[in-house]
């Protein structure tokens, strides 16, 4: 952990010379005052009013696609107001210049949900691209605060490795180093813990935390995680029909009885597992997986490394058909490298990866080509082609992969959009729709094909409480109404255990747990039950 910081060291290391906001609860470091702002025809903020305190943390809350990104990003200044004042350090951004602007900004830093890393640059040139590129720092100096912030962070011996190389969790604490480096006054967090491992949730808590108490810095976080905003939050904003409804303590957030907030709290209720709480999770009922059952994946003693760095360390897993099964671990543990094998997009360093019956590691391109098609898979962000319409998202792969006729498209298409239960978005552009909506019309992608094994990339990521449950229900809604087998990769605990026949645990590149949910959450193993049980509310 670095060094208490001295005085001289709390400056911001981009404007040095600039004093920093007082610590002054009766001036807020950014005020909204009033604020308007819609997109065309949807009104996203509507009579917004918040005030940010200097040297306090502010967790705003709210359903996913109630304007909490686009609160911070006219917060940052990075949007305009349609109405309403923006007030950053007591200049009100629709009055000041260009090159103002930009100086107020050098006072904050911004984390956003989707990393913003160069790919071209290493993680250390990454973490240090702000003061490399803005100040006269020494390189020296610079990579000696990024190893810093590597080592705390867990990321130490990735200094050198590219972006591409990281799993999400690692590039999300990429991301977060970056943002601290250069000692800003204000960090704005957008989703700071989204995709990451309940045990790195903490570590990531943790780190703001330092930050707060070594450096005075302010903290304005939008977060969907209960047990993040309890341990973090000196305030707790939330933000409903485009204004904040509610604005005060951790304690009279979840004591509120606004009706919105109460539904909030209910769907928070079981978005963490805890041991108390385990029988609260709705799960299916188990069905024993018998032995006599032959498994449509099979690992077998797989290994991969890729330069010096093992990946998966002797893997040996079954994937059982019509069941779901869903891989968890640490950030990095190998989850994405074992579906990457599955699809045979990746060669293990040894061993075998036995798909439908058959060893694929010695096919071919075309050989493996016709194993991916019997494939679907939803990615965590849905993916999905802004220029076409849901229903042209949806029939997009029979256009391109078939020779089916339009009308045949046309009704196969209408048909999945009825049964996933959006066919009123049937002419709707993905920039028209919640982000719930843009995972269904994603699954009714990767569904028109008709796939034997639907794999699901983080689903939940992203999502408030009461749409994970929606999430989860559509998972099994898929695996009621078709035949399919599901493999899920998940950080979420409870969601795990609402959704999995089978649950898989990864650590250090090795199976730490393999059973039911009842077997893996009663597992005798410490880091089995720290990692499940991590981060209780």
Do not use: C
Request: aromatic share 6%; glycine share 8%; no cysteine.
């Amino acid at each position: 952990m670095p060094s208490q910081p001295q005085p001289s060291e709390r400056q911001n290391r981009l404007l040095p010379d600039s004093e920093r906001w007082p610590l002054d609860e009766g001036k807020p470091v950014i005020e909204l005052i009033d604020v308007h702002k819609a997109f065309g025809a949807n009104k996203v903020l509507n009579g917004l009013s918040l005030r940010i305190v200097p040297g306090k943390t502010t967790v705003i809350v709210g359903r996913s696609g109630s304007g909490k990104s686009v609160l911070l990003k006219l917060m940052m200044g990075l949007l305009r107001p349609d109405s309403g004042q923006v007030i950053m350090f007591g200049r009100d951004v629709t009055e000041v210049s260009a090159m103002e602007l930009i100086t107020l900004r050098k006072r904050m830093s911004m984390l956003f949900q989707n990393y913003a890393l160069l790919d071209s640059l290493s993680v250390e040139d990454n973490i240090g691209f702000t003061l490399l590129e803005n100040t006269r720092m020494p390189r020296k100096e610079v990579m000696g605060l990024v190893e810093e912030l590597l080592e705390l962070l867990g990321l130490a011996g990735f200094g050198a490795a590219l972006p591409a190389e990281l799993s999400g969790g690692m590039r999300k604490r990429v991301s977060l180093a970056r943002a601290l480096i250069a000692n800003p006054e204000v960090v704005l967090f957008d989703e700071p813990t989204t995709g990451l491992d309940p045990i790195m949730i903490e570590k990531v808590d943790e780190m703001i935390l330092l930050a707060k108490k070594s450096y005075q810095i302010t903290s304005a976080i939008v977060s969907h995680d209960m047990a993040s905003t309890k341990r973090l939050a000196d305030r707790v904003a939330f933000l409903h029909d485009g204004t904040i409804i509610s604005e005060g303590t951790y304690q009279e957030f979840v004591t509120s009885q606004l009706p919105p907030i109460v539904a909030f709290h209910e769907g928070a209720r079981t978005s963490r597992l805890t041991r108390d709480s385990a029988g609260d999770v709705d799960t299916q009922p188990e069905e024993d997986v018998t032995p006599q059952e032959t498994a449509i994946v099979e690992l077998v003693d797989l290994h991969k490394t890729f330069g010096t760095h093992q990946v998966l360390k002797g893997v040996d897993l079954k994937i059982y058909p019509g069941k779901i099964t869903v891989l968890i671990g640490g950030s990095g543990s190998g989850k994405s490298v074992i579906v990457k094998h599955i699809m045979g997009l990746f060669k293990p360093t040894s061993g075998e990866v036995r798909v439908f019956g058959q060893d694929i590691v010695p096919l071919g391109d075309r050989a493996l080509d016709e194993i991916r098609g019997r494939f679907g898979m939803l990615f965590q962000h849905a993916a999905l082609l802004d220029w076409l319409t849901v229903a042209g998202n949806v029939a997009f792969p029979l256009v391109e992969r078939t020779q089916m006729p339009r009308k045949e498209i046309r009704d196969r298409v209408d048909d999945m959009l009825q049964r996933l239960h959006i066919a009123e978005l049937r002419d709707r552009m993905p920039g028209e729709i919640s982000e719930g909506q843009k995972k269904r019309a994603g699954l009714a992608r990767a569904l028109i094909m008709r796939p034997e094994i639907m794999i699901y990339d983080e689903p939940t990521t992203g999502q408030d409480p009461l749409r994970t449950r929606d999430v989860d229900d559509m998972i099994h809604q898929v695996q009621e109404e078709f035949d399919i087998t599901s493999i899920v990769i998940s950080h979420d605990m409870a969601s795990t255990f609402r959704v999995a026949d089978t649950v898989a645990l990864l650590h250090n590149g090795e199976i730490a747990a393999y059973g039911s949910p009842d077997e893996v959450r009663n597992a005798q193993d410490d880091y089995v039950q720290r990692f499940i049980y991590a981060g209780q509310v």
